[in-house]
Protein backbone atom coordinates (compact mmCIF):
# COMPACT_ATOMS: atom_id res chain seq x y z
CA UNK A 1 0.00 0.00 0.00
CA UNK A 2 1.36 3.25 -0.92
CA UNK A 3 2.36 5.51 1.88
CA UNK A 4 2.35 9.42 1.42
CA UNK A 5 4.59 11.95 2.38
CA UNK A 6 2.67 14.19 4.83
CA UNK A 7 3.57 16.62 7.22
CA UNK A 8 1.85 17.57 10.66
CA UNK A 9 0.29 21.15 11.30
CA UNK A 10 -1.80 22.92 13.03
CA UNK A 11 -4.47 24.97 11.46
CA UNK A 12 -7.55 27.12 12.17
CA UNK A 13 -11.10 25.91 10.97
CA UNK A 14 -13.37 28.57 10.48
CA UNK A 15 -17.26 27.10 11.05
CA UNK A 16 -19.50 29.83 9.66
CA UNK A 17 -20.11 32.17 12.68
CA UNK A 18 -16.82 33.78 13.12
CA UNK A 19 -15.72 31.09 15.63
CA UNK A 20 -12.40 28.82 15.24
CA UNK A 21 -10.16 26.23 17.13
CA UNK A 22 -6.90 25.01 16.50
CA UNK A 23 -6.90 21.09 15.54
CA UNK A 24 -3.31 18.96 14.14
CA UNK A 25 -3.15 16.34 12.01
CA UNK A 26 -1.35 14.73 8.58
CA UNK A 27 -1.76 16.98 6.31
CA UNK A 28 -1.52 16.67 2.24
CA UNK A 29 -2.06 20.26 1.48
CA UNK A 30 -2.10 23.07 3.72
CA UNK A 31 -2.97 26.90 3.80
CA UNK A 32 -2.50 29.80 6.02
CA UNK A 33 -3.85 33.19 5.07
CA UNK A 34 -3.85 31.97 1.71
CA UNK A 35 -4.82 34.72 -0.32
CA UNK A 36 -5.19 35.92 -4.09
CA UNK A 37 -5.97 39.34 -5.72
CA UNK A 38 -7.07 40.36 -9.28
CA UNK A 39 -6.64 44.24 -8.97
CA UNK A 40 -9.78 45.07 -6.67
CA UNK A 41 -11.20 41.65 -6.50
CA UNK A 42 -10.32 39.15 -3.69
CA UNK A 43 -10.78 35.96 -5.14
CA UNK A 44 -9.06 34.09 -2.47
CA UNK A 45 -9.39 35.93 1.08
CA UNK A 46 -6.93 34.68 3.96
CA UNK A 47 -8.59 31.03 3.58
CA UNK A 48 -6.65 29.37 6.60
CA UNK A 49 -7.44 25.34 6.57
CA UNK A 50 -5.80 21.68 5.66
CA UNK A 51 -6.43 18.23 3.92
CA UNK A 52 -5.62 15.36 5.55
CA UNK A 53 -3.18 12.53 3.68
CA UNK A 54 -5.41 9.52 2.22
CA UNK A 55 -9.22 9.91 1.60
CA UNK A 56 -11.46 11.90 -0.38
CA UNK A 57 -11.64 15.62 0.37
CA UNK A 58 -13.97 17.89 -1.24
CA UNK A 59 -12.96 21.35 -2.13
CA UNK A 60 -16.64 22.71 -2.63
CA UNK A 61 -18.76 26.07 -2.93
CA UNK A 62 -20.79 27.60 -5.60
CA UNK A 63 -19.79 28.58 -9.08
CA UNK A 64 -17.18 31.93 -8.68
CA UNK A 65 -16.50 31.46 -5.38
CA UNK A 66 -12.80 30.92 -5.80
CA UNK A 67 -12.90 27.29 -5.94
CA UNK A 68 -10.36 27.27 -9.03
CA UNK A 69 -8.16 30.21 -8.60
CA UNK A 70 -7.40 28.14 -5.12
CA UNK A 71 -6.03 25.31 -6.89
CA UNK A 72 -3.72 27.33 -9.29
CA UNK A 73 -2.04 28.89 -6.54
CA UNK A 74 -1.66 25.69 -4.84
CA UNK A 75 -0.21 23.52 -7.75
CA UNK A 76 1.76 26.55 -8.65
CA UNK A 77 -0.13 27.36 -11.90
CA UNK A 78 -0.03 31.08 -10.08
CA UNK A 79 1.30 32.82 -7.39
CA UNK A 80 -0.33 34.05 -4.51
CA UNK A 81 -1.14 37.96 -3.07
CA UNK A 82 0.08 36.65 0.22
CA UNK A 83 -0.11 33.93 3.17
CA UNK A 84 1.27 30.62 2.38
CA UNK A 85 0.54 26.95 1.57
CA UNK A 86 2.34 23.73 1.58
CA UNK A 87 1.35 20.74 -0.76
CA UNK A 88 2.48 17.20 0.60
CA UNK A 89 5.24 19.06 2.66
CA UNK A 90 6.86 21.71 0.79
CA UNK A 91 5.89 24.84 -0.06
CA UNK A 92 4.50 26.40 -2.81
CA UNK A 93 7.08 28.82 -3.53
CA UNK A 94 8.80 25.73 -4.72
CA UNK A 95 6.02 23.85 -7.07
CA UNK A 96 9.30 21.93 -8.58
CA UNK A 97 9.64 20.30 -5.21
CA UNK A 98 5.95 18.20 -5.68
CA UNK A 99 5.19 18.66 -9.31
CA UNK A 100 6.61 14.81 -9.66
CA UNK A 101 3.81 13.58 -7.09
CA UNK A 102 1.15 15.24 -8.02
CA UNK A 103 -1.70 14.95 -10.96
CA UNK A 104 -4.24 17.03 -11.92
CA UNK A 105 -6.95 17.33 -13.75
CA UNK A 106 -7.58 21.10 -13.95
CA UNK A 107 -9.39 22.10 -17.42
CA UNK A 108 -11.41 20.38 -19.66
CA UNK A 109 -9.82 17.05 -21.01
CA UNK A 110 -8.00 17.92 -24.68
CA UNK A 111 -7.10 14.58 -26.52
CA UNK A 112 -5.82 14.22 -30.42
CA UNK A 113 -9.02 12.99 -31.55
CA UNK A 114 -7.16 11.22 -34.29
CA UNK A 115 -5.06 8.91 -32.16
CA UNK A 116 -5.98 5.90 -29.76
CA UNK A 117 -6.45 6.26 -25.74
CA UNK A 118 -3.14 4.32 -25.42
CA UNK A 119 -1.37 6.73 -27.85
CA UNK A 120 -2.84 9.73 -26.64
CA UNK A 121 -1.04 8.68 -22.95
CA UNK A 122 1.92 7.26 -24.68
CA UNK A 123 2.60 10.63 -26.33
CA UNK A 124 1.97 12.60 -22.52
CA UNK A 125 4.04 9.95 -20.92
CA UNK A 126 7.07 10.31 -23.48
CA UNK A 127 6.63 14.23 -22.45
CA UNK A 128 7.52 14.39 -19.07
CA UNK A 129 9.51 10.61 -19.06
CA UNK A 130 7.59 8.53 -17.78
CA UNK A 131 7.52 4.78 -18.09
CA UNK A 132 5.79 3.18 -20.72
CA UNK A 133 4.42 0.40 -18.60
CA UNK A 134 2.62 2.30 -16.72
CA UNK A 135 0.02 3.30 -19.81
CA UNK A 136 -1.30 -0.39 -19.20
CA UNK A 137 -1.79 0.31 -15.81
CA UNK A 138 -3.68 3.66 -15.48
CA UNK A 139 -5.72 2.60 -18.22
CA UNK A 140 -7.07 -0.76 -16.41
CA UNK A 141 -7.55 1.88 -13.00
CA UNK A 142 -9.67 4.18 -14.79
CA UNK A 143 -11.43 1.38 -16.38
CA UNK A 144 -10.70 1.98 -20.25
CA UNK A 145 -9.43 -1.58 -20.95
CA UNK A 146 -10.99 -3.12 -23.83
CA UNK A 147 -10.82 0.60 -25.20
CA UNK A 148 -7.45 1.83 -25.34
CA UNK A 149 -7.20 1.35 -29.05
CA UNK A 150 -10.40 3.43 -30.23
CA UNK A 151 -9.32 6.58 -31.44
CA UNK A 152 -10.00 8.88 -28.60
CA UNK A 153 -13.12 11.28 -31.15
CA UNK A 154 -15.20 7.83 -30.41
CA UNK A 155 -15.12 8.45 -26.74
CA UNK A 156 -17.75 9.55 -24.48
CA UNK A 157 -17.29 12.42 -22.42
CA UNK A 158 -17.29 10.06 -19.58
CA UNK A 159 -14.77 8.01 -21.26
CA UNK A 160 -12.94 11.43 -22.07
CA UNK A 161 -12.79 12.08 -18.36
CA UNK A 162 -11.55 8.61 -17.78
CA UNK A 163 -8.88 8.85 -20.30
CA UNK A 164 -7.78 12.84 -18.30
CA UNK A 165 -7.92 10.85 -15.12
CA UNK A 166 -5.49 8.06 -16.23
CA UNK A 167 -3.13 10.93 -17.51
CA UNK A 168 -3.45 12.68 -14.33
CA UNK A 169 -2.58 9.10 -13.28
CA UNK A 170 0.96 8.74 -15.28
CA UNK A 171 3.45 9.69 -12.66
CA UNK A 172 1.85 7.43 -10.44
CA UNK A 173 0.74 10.63 -8.04
CA UNK A 174 0.54 10.61 -4.42
CA UNK A 175 -2.10 13.53 -4.26
CA UNK A 176 -4.63 14.09 -7.43
CA UNK A 177 -6.63 17.32 -7.75
CA UNK A 178 -9.18 17.37 -10.19
CA UNK A 179 -11.46 20.77 -10.85
CA UNK A 180 -14.67 19.82 -11.55
CA UNK A 181 -14.24 15.99 -13.10
CA UNK A 182 -17.90 15.10 -13.48
CA UNK A 183 -18.81 18.63 -15.47
CA UNK A 184 -21.37 17.86 -17.96
CA UNK A 185 -22.01 14.11 -17.41
CA UNK A 186 -25.08 12.96 -17.06
CA UNK A 187 -26.47 10.85 -14.08
CA UNK A 188 -24.90 7.77 -14.79
CA UNK A 189 -21.99 9.17 -15.74
CA UNK A 190 -21.22 11.43 -12.90
CA UNK A 191 -22.14 8.09 -10.39
CA UNK A 192 -19.40 6.30 -12.42
CA UNK A 193 -16.71 8.73 -11.90
CA UNK A 194 -17.93 8.98 -8.32
CA UNK A 195 -17.03 5.04 -7.56
CA UNK A 196 -13.71 5.38 -9.80
CA UNK A 197 -12.59 8.82 -7.50
CA UNK A 198 -13.31 6.71 -4.44
CA UNK A 199 -11.49 3.02 -5.61
CA UNK A 200 -8.45 5.80 -6.48
CA UNK A 201 -8.46 6.65 -3.05
CA UNK A 202 -8.07 3.07 -1.41
CA UNK A 203 -4.32 2.77 -2.27
CA UNK A 204 -3.20 5.57 0.42
CA UNK A 205 -3.41 8.32 -2.77
CA UNK A 206 -5.28 11.51 -1.71
CA UNK A 207 -7.50 12.64 -3.83
CA UNK A 208 -9.14 16.38 -3.75
CA UNK A 209 -12.19 17.29 -5.88
CA UNK A 210 -13.32 20.36 -6.51
CA UNK A 211 -17.18 20.74 -7.17
CA UNK A 212 -20.42 23.14 -6.76
CA UNK A 213 -22.15 19.83 -7.03
CA UNK A 214 -22.62 19.82 -2.72
CA UNK A 215 -25.42 16.46 -3.13
CA UNK A 216 -22.64 14.81 -5.56
CA UNK A 217 -19.71 15.53 -3.34
CA UNK A 218 -22.31 14.08 0.12
CA UNK A 219 -21.68 10.76 -1.71
CA UNK A 220 -18.10 10.63 -2.15
CA UNK A 221 -16.03 12.28 0.35
CA UNK A 222 -14.62 11.89 4.00
CA UNK A 223 -13.32 15.61 4.44
CA UNK A 224 -14.38 18.78 3.04
CA UNK A 225 -13.55 22.37 2.66
CA UNK A 226 -16.17 24.63 1.60
CA UNK A 227 -15.80 28.25 0.49
CA UNK A 228 -18.19 31.37 -0.57
CA UNK A 229 -16.96 34.58 -2.41
CA UNK A 230 -13.11 33.56 -1.24
CA UNK A 231 -14.03 33.41 2.23
CA UNK A 232 -13.83 30.24 4.34
CA UNK A 233 -17.11 28.13 5.85
CA UNK A 234 -15.97 24.86 7.02
CA UNK A 235 -12.89 22.61 6.71
CA UNK A 236 -13.85 19.07 9.07
CA UNK A 237 -14.87 15.96 8.22
CA UNK A 238 -18.22 15.55 6.27
CA UNK A 239 -19.32 13.70 9.37
CA UNK A 240 -18.53 16.55 11.41
CA UNK A 241 -20.50 19.34 9.32
CA UNK A 242 -23.33 17.13 8.67
CA UNK A 243 -23.56 16.86 12.90
CA UNK A 244 -25.03 20.61 12.23
CA UNK A 245 -27.65 19.01 10.19
CA UNK A 246 -31.29 19.49 11.19
CA UNK A 247 -34.80 17.35 11.32
CA UNK A 248 -38.11 18.14 10.88
CA UNK A 249 -41.55 16.78 9.76
CA UNK A 250 -43.20 18.65 6.77
CA UNK A 251 -46.84 18.44 7.15
CA UNK A 252 -49.45 19.58 4.36
CA UNK A 253 -53.01 19.15 4.93
CA UNK A 254 -55.39 18.26 2.14
CA UNK A 255 -57.27 21.30 1.71
CA UNK A 256 -54.69 24.33 1.44
CA UNK A 257 -57.25 26.57 3.27
CA UNK A 258 -56.45 24.30 6.67
CA UNK A 259 -53.29 25.32 6.98
CA UNK A 260 -53.82 27.93 9.80
CA UNK A 261 -55.98 25.35 11.53
CA UNK A 262 -52.63 22.54 11.46
CA UNK A 263 -50.67 25.75 12.87
CA UNK A 264 -52.81 26.16 15.27
CA UNK A 265 -52.64 21.88 16.46
CA UNK A 266 -48.78 22.44 16.08
CA UNK A 267 -48.91 25.10 18.38
CA UNK A 268 -50.92 23.58 20.56
CA UNK A 269 -48.42 20.92 20.92
CA UNK A 270 -45.76 23.30 21.68
CA UNK A 271 -44.19 22.66 18.40
CA UNK A 272 -42.86 25.39 16.46
CA UNK A 273 -43.48 25.32 13.09
CA UNK A 274 -42.52 27.43 9.90
CA UNK A 275 -45.09 27.71 6.93
CA UNK A 276 -44.60 28.09 3.06
CA UNK A 277 -46.93 27.75 0.95
CA UNK A 278 -49.63 25.00 1.86
CA UNK A 279 -47.05 22.62 3.57
CA UNK A 280 -46.09 23.48 7.49
CA UNK A 281 -42.53 22.53 8.37
CA UNK A 282 -42.40 21.37 12.43
CA UNK A 283 -39.20 21.33 13.78
CA UNK A 284 -39.19 17.75 15.31
CA UNK A 285 -36.77 14.37 14.93
CA UNK A 286 -38.07 12.35 12.14
CA UNK A 287 -39.06 9.78 14.89
CA UNK A 288 -41.52 12.30 16.62
CA UNK A 289 -43.68 12.09 12.84
CA UNK A 290 -45.94 9.69 14.49
CA UNK A 291 -47.13 11.80 17.41
CA UNK A 292 -48.16 14.38 14.45
CA UNK A 293 -50.19 12.08 12.61
CA UNK A 294 -51.53 11.33 16.03
CA UNK A 295 -52.17 14.96 17.26
CA UNK A 296 -53.42 16.27 13.55
CA UNK A 297 -56.07 13.20 13.43
CA UNK A 298 -57.70 14.08 16.95
CA UNK A 299 -58.37 17.78 15.24
CA UNK A 300 -60.63 16.47 12.65
CA UNK A 301 -57.76 17.37 9.80
CA UNK A 302 -56.75 15.26 6.76
CA UNK A 303 -53.35 15.28 5.58
CA UNK A 304 -51.96 14.69 2.08
CA UNK A 305 -48.15 14.70 2.95
CA UNK A 306 -46.55 13.30 5.93
CA UNK A 307 -42.85 13.61 5.44
CA UNK A 308 -40.36 13.44 7.84
CA UNK A 309 -36.77 14.76 6.42
CA UNK A 310 -33.27 15.18 7.30
CA UNK A 311 -31.15 18.12 6.30
CA UNK A 312 -28.53 17.82 3.28
CA UNK A 313 -25.34 18.99 2.65
CA UNK A 314 -26.78 21.71 0.41
CA UNK A 315 -29.42 22.59 3.06
CA UNK A 316 -26.65 22.95 5.60
CA UNK A 317 -24.40 24.77 3.33
CA UNK A 318 -27.41 27.19 2.68
CA UNK A 319 -28.31 27.94 5.90
CA UNK A 320 -24.51 28.80 6.94
CA UNK A 321 -23.66 30.67 4.40
CA UNK A 322 -26.81 32.82 5.48
CA UNK A 323 -29.92 31.43 3.31
CA UNK A 324 -33.18 33.28 4.10
CA UNK A 325 -36.11 30.59 5.25
CA UNK A 326 -37.70 30.64 1.79
CA UNK A 327 -34.48 29.90 0.31
CA UNK A 328 -34.33 26.87 2.60
CA UNK A 329 -37.70 25.88 1.84
CA UNK A 330 -37.49 26.30 -1.96
CA UNK A 331 -34.24 23.61 -1.65
CA UNK A 332 -36.05 21.28 0.71
CA UNK A 333 -39.26 21.77 -1.99
CA UNK A 334 -36.65 20.52 -4.57
CA UNK A 335 -35.17 17.92 -3.00
CA UNK A 336 -38.10 16.20 -2.49
CA UNK A 337 -39.29 16.60 -5.71
CA UNK A 338 -35.69 14.93 -7.02
CA UNK A 339 -36.78 12.18 -4.41
CA UNK A 340 -39.86 11.75 -5.86
CA UNK A 341 -41.22 12.58 -2.46
Not at 120 to 140: C, D, M, Y
Request: proline share 5%; glycine share 10%; aromatic share 4%.
Amino acid sequence: MRQPTVRSSHVRINRGAGSSHIVSTLSALTADRLTRRFGDLVAVNELTFEVPAGGVTGFVGPNGSGKSTTIRVLLGLIAPSGGTATVLGESIAHPERYAGRVGALIDSPAFVGSLTGRDNLRSLAALRGLPKERISQVLKLVGLSGREDDKASTYSLGMKQRLAIAAALLPDPELMVLDEPTNGLDPAGIVEIRELLKSLATDGRTVVVSSHLLGEIQAMVDYLVVIRFGDLIYSGSLEGLMAQATERVVAAPEFPSDVPRLVEVVEASGWTCQVSRDEVSIDLPAARSADVERAVTAAGLTLRMLNPEAETLETVFLRLTGATDAELSEQRRAQRHKDGG
